[in-house]
Each structure stands twice: as structure tokens, then as C-alpha cells.
């Protein structure tokens, strides 16, 4: 069974940086794709980054371009959000989660970790 737990979230001021990471178990590491995705109160989840583990290939939501940088370690099985310049409006949970596939353009991300709670104050 696919585990995947996200960490590193918290609070932050307008401008600040965190890095959160994406621990994960129970599945090929290396042959899917794994975005992060976030939901602000009252608004729908929105996928903001992806990496294709088995490409190297990366995509970013408009609203994080430039900001944000996904990145992997195979070794240790884990997937990480570099989040600089942030700002009020990224506050929100983040979520990571396991496609099906091994393309970010496919869709199918069917395992979710807990979630973890970023919050930007300006």
C-alpha cells in the first residue's frame, strides 16, 4: 500500500522560505510521477507543482512559477517543495500524492498524504 506523509510546513512571514518534504512508501519510487497540491479555505484543490520520477520532468502552476522548485531523491524516497517568496495567498494545506502514471500530464494521482498547514502572515 502506498504511504506517503508530507512534512515541514508551518508559519512563515511575507517573503520567507520553507521546504517541505514528501516521505513515501509501498510503491516503485521510481517509475511514477508525484505532484503537490494545495487547498486554501473555501477554495478547490489546486495541483501547483509535479515531477516525473522516471523522466526527470518537472510542471508548476502559473501561480508558483518561479518560486517554487520541486525536487527529487531517489535514495531516500522522498520528494521535496522549495518554496521561496511566499505570500499570503499560498497559505493553505499542502498535500503530496502518487500518480498512477509516470507522466505529470496523465492525471490519476490516487494516494494522498495527511496534508500539512503552511500559513503566510504578512
Known amino acids: 500500500e ?3 506523509v508530507e ?3 508551518g508559519l512563515v512571514q511575507t517573503g520567507g522560505s520553507l521546504r517541505l518534504s514528501c516521505a513515501t512508501s509501498g510503491f516503485d519510487f521510481d517509475a511514477y ?5 494545495r487547498q486554501a479555505p473555501g477554495k478547490e484543490r489546486e495541483r501547483i507543482s509535479c515531477i516525473s520520477n522516471s523522466e526527470g520532468s518537472t ?11 520541486i525536487s527529487s531523491d531517489g535514495a531516500k524516497k522522498t520528494v521535496y517543495l522549495q518554496m521561496n517568496n511566499l505570500k499570503a495567498e499560498d497559505t ?3 498535500y503530496c500524492s502518487a500518480s498512477w502514471w509516470s507522466v ?5 494521482f490516487g494516494s494522498w498524504g495527511q496534508g500539512t498547514q503552511v500559513t503566510v502572515s504578512s
Request: proline share 0%; charged share 15%.
Open 104 to 108: 505529470c500530464n496523465k492525471g490519476g
Open 92 to 94: 493553505a494545506v499542502y
Open 2 to 4: 502506498a504511504q506517503l
Open 59 to 69: 510542471t508548476y502552476a502559473d501561480s508558483v512559477k518561479g518560486r517554487f522548485t
Open 7 to 9: 512534512s515541514g510546513g
Open 33 to 37: 510521477a508525484i505532484g503537490w497540491f
